[in-house]
């Protein structure tokens, strides 16, 4: 049988309309990748539950004018999924079963998608390496030794779509959990404007910093999933009503590079093939600029994410105790029993989080820590929205290097003086709520490398257009590592 799975959504919608390809086939070649992958991206598989939804399918017409009908997805486990385990990878939560579906589980069914599969995940979507769930590593599909990580927190989304089991994967976005990961494995990683996809249903990490976000394989794939899952949600109240607008042409773009965090970048391969997209970027009629944000600020960004996100994270998941959710822990009192279960049920990276989160949270730390981090957070955004004021996006390599290898995986000096920017600077597009994507730039020793465009609030169509043109100078699109 045909690959189909490997294409772009509108050309299996194509096969779909011509006959070529049912529902039911692409289930069975889906589960057929799944069964020989080796890189570990799923903690549940819709075997029996996608065939029968397949079959269904089979016995009406194809939706011409709906490109998702038929088409298997994947979707990242701290989606809650009605009658479907929902672990959000951590052992804690073994054996959870939603009673409700999240707003972009629903609407995906709704528009005749099939699920195929949960992913893994950084535990509770905390981290960023892809290896602190608790099935263990989940491996990048580029890397056929098994040794470099493919990031995360959505490591098995990218996985997934990266190695041509699905033609695009949800995932969410708290720092960089979609975009750096999309770096990492030649994908396009979109993280709209914070707001414009309804987050209900999805386990809350941090909630002024989450995102739905989805890997494709191309950029106009990537604008179709926005057309589906953007627009207000009545059960989630941050969830915004502005309308996706069409994007009127108002070239040349004004894009800027930011000085501290180009300068911090070390790898030549990857700094000379963005000084090539740069002077493409130019011929093209844009104007680019370099504008400096100090390099404290720079500095600051993942220091400042990291002391919000622990402290939101501390306080969402006190739920979490063996009693509502989970595994249970025979004990006298309820404070034994919630140690027993926290220590048993958490890994060490997510027990860190919460003591730092506890420890900035306290009364008589808050001030000095928490409060300051939120001041920090207001400079930060404030940089940010007036270099976006005259500038149509910022643009930069979404990594500072290739995939790294397991075991270099947890910065030994994220808070010193000399931690690296260019490796942590994407968490602004968090904290400032910008739309923001990555998409592949190149590649070194057979490992990809991306690059980033971040806009203004709610200015999606742009952005897509600019990273469109993006795609057509690299032609890098429709990558797949098999």
């Not at 979707?75 to 009673?99: A, C, Q, R, V």
């Not at 708290?174 to 414009?196: C, E, M, N």
């Not at 939120?374 to 400079?379: A, E, I, K, N």
């Not at 500072?400 to 290898?405: F, R």
Request: net charge neutral; proline share 4%.
């Amino acid at each position: 049988m045909m690959d189909y799975l490997s294409k772009s959504i509108y050309e299996i919608h194509k096969a779909l309309v011509n006959k070529e390809v049912t529902p039911l086939d692409l289930v069975k070649e889906a589960l057929e990748k799944i069964k020989n992958d080796t890189n570990n991206a799923f903690e549940y598989i819709y075997e029996k539950e996608a065939i029968e939804i397949a079959k269904q399918l089979e016995k009406e017409e194809v939706e011409v004018d709906n490109p998702l009908w038929g088409i298997p997805f994947a979707i990242k486990d701290n989606f809650s999924t009605k009658g479907i385990p929902t672990t959000g990878s951590s052992k804690l939560l073994e054996g959870y079963i939603p009673t409700f579906d999240s707003e972009v589980y629903r609407r995906l069914l709704n528009k005749k998608a099939i699920p195929i599969a949960k992913t893994t995940l950084d535990e509770l979507a905390m981290g960023g390496t892809g290896s602190s769930g608790h099935l263990g590593k989940t491996y990048n599909p580029w890397d056929e030794s098994k040794t470099r990580m493919i990031g995360g927190s959505s490591c098995g989304s990218a996985a997934a779509c990266a190695s041509g089991i699905v033609p695009y994967a949800i995932g969410s976005d708290t720092g960089d959990s979609v975009r750096k990961p999309a770096s990492y494995s030649a994908l396009v990683g979109f993280k709209p404007t914070w707001g414009r996809i309804s987050r209900y249903g999805l386990f809350t990490f941090a909630a002024s910093l989450d995102t739905v976000a989805y890997f494709t394989r191309n950029v106009k794939d990537s604008a179709l999933l926005l057309s589906v899952l953007a627009g207000h949600d009545i059960k989630d109240t941050t969830s915004s009503s502005l309308p996706i607008e069409e994007y009127k042409e108002t070239k040349p773009y004004n894009v800027t590079i930011i000085k501290e965090i180009y300068d911090d970048l070390k790898d030549e391969t990857i700094k000379k093939t963005f000084d090539k997209l740069i002077k493409d970027l130019k011929e093209k009629g844009y104007k680019i600029n370099t504008m400096s944000i100090g390099f404290d600020i720079a500095k600051a960004i993942y220091s400042c994410y990291y002391i919000i996100s622990s402290a939101e994270s501390t306080s969402n998941n006190a739920n979490l105790d063996g009693i509502k959710f989970g595994v249970n822990k025979e004990a006298s009192t309820y404070e034994e029993m919630l140690f027993k279960v926290r220590t048993e049920g958490f890994s060490d990276r997510i027990r860190r989080r919460f003591v730092i989160g506890s420890i900035s949270l306290l009364e008589e730390n808050q001030e000095e820590i928490y409060l300051r981090a939120l001041r920090c957070r207001r400079v930060i955004v404030d940089t940010f929205n007036k270099i976006l004021e005259s500038n149509d996006a910022i643009i930069l390599p979404a990594s500072p290097t290739i995939a790294p290898l397991f075991g270099d995986d947890v910065p030994k000096k994220s808070f010193a003086k000399d931690a690296t920017v260019s490796d942590n600077y994407l968490a602004f597009a968090n904290l400032g709520g910008y739309p923001s994507i990555t998409l592949p730039l190149g590649f070194e020793k057979g490992m990809p490398f991306g690059v980033n465009l971040t806009s203004h609030h709610f200015t999606e169509s742009k952005l897509l257009k600019m990273a469109q043109e993006v795609e057509d100078i690299t032609g890098l699109k429709d990558l797949v590592k098999k």
